[in-house]
Every structure is written in structure tokens, then in C-alpha cells.
């Protein structure tokens, strides 16, 4: 699997704006976008964040007249998937046991954990 580049917080306000819109979006749109969301960004803020999110190949881009149009190269799911993979190999050797184990915190789970559990478990193996 590909080596997730991490992202800021911040950059993933950004791609969650992006997934939630399903839609390319110009460096205007974007400051457009986080406004309605109560937050300030200057534009020059925004155009480098959509940049170095292009640069970790979380986007695209293609010139729309003389603007730049930015798209999401991976799902949200995607994303997700990479980011849970690359912590537990980065933080646990790529045991998923020891993540679970850690997790816990040695406390047991209850019967409902355990049978979603079990389901989740039933899934892979089907596959």
C-alpha cells in the first residue's frame, strides 16, 4: 500500500469541504466555502493549502479558463483507509492484534463490541 502522506487538521477542513461538495473548486470558492463555515482564511492561505494537498496527491488540478480547479484524487473512504493502515503499521509494526489490544486499554469488551467484532471479522473473510 501507498505511503499515506499526513495532513494538518486544518488541510483536512479543507478535503472535507471538497468531499462534501463533489465538486471541483477554485482558491475563491474554497475562501467562499470556509466563510459559510465561520472561518477566515485569506486567499493566499487557502491556494497553499490547496497546493500541498496536490503535492501529497490528495488532488488534482486542471486550468478552468485562467483558474485553477482543484478535485479529490481519492475517496474520503479512501483516505480513511490509508490513514487507519498507516498509523498501524507506523505505531503498532502493522499488528492489527497489538492496535486492538492497545485499544482496549486491557479492559474487556462488551457483547455488543464482541459480536461487531465477530460480523466485521465474518466480512473479511468473506472476501
Do not use: C
Amino acid at each position: 500500500m501507498e505511503q499515506q502522506k499526513n495532513i494538518s487538521d486544518a488541510q483536512m477542513k479543507v478535503m472535507d469541504i471538497i468531499w462534501r461538495k463533489e465538486a471541483m473548486v477554485t482558491v475563491p470558492e474554497m475562501v467562499s466555502l470556509l466563510k459559510e463555515e465561520g472561518e477566515e482564511w485569506a486567499y493566499q492561505t487557502v491556494a497553499t493549502f490547496l497546493k500541498r494537498l496536490e503535492d501529497k496527491k490528495i488532488l488534482g488540478s486542471t486550468k478552468i479558463g485562467n483558474r485553477l480547479s482543484y478535485f479529490p484524487l481519492i475517496t474520503r473512504a479512501e483516505y480513511k483507509k490509508r490513514e487507519a493502515h498507516g498509523f498501524v503499521n507506523r505505531k503498532f509494526g502493522g499488528s492489527l492484534m497489538d492496535f486492538l489490544a492497545a485499544f482496549s486499554g486491557g479492559s474487556t469488551a462488551d457483547d455488543k463490541e464482541i459480536k461487531e467484532l465477530k460480523e466485521w471479522l465474518s466480512k473479511l473473510d468473506d472476501d
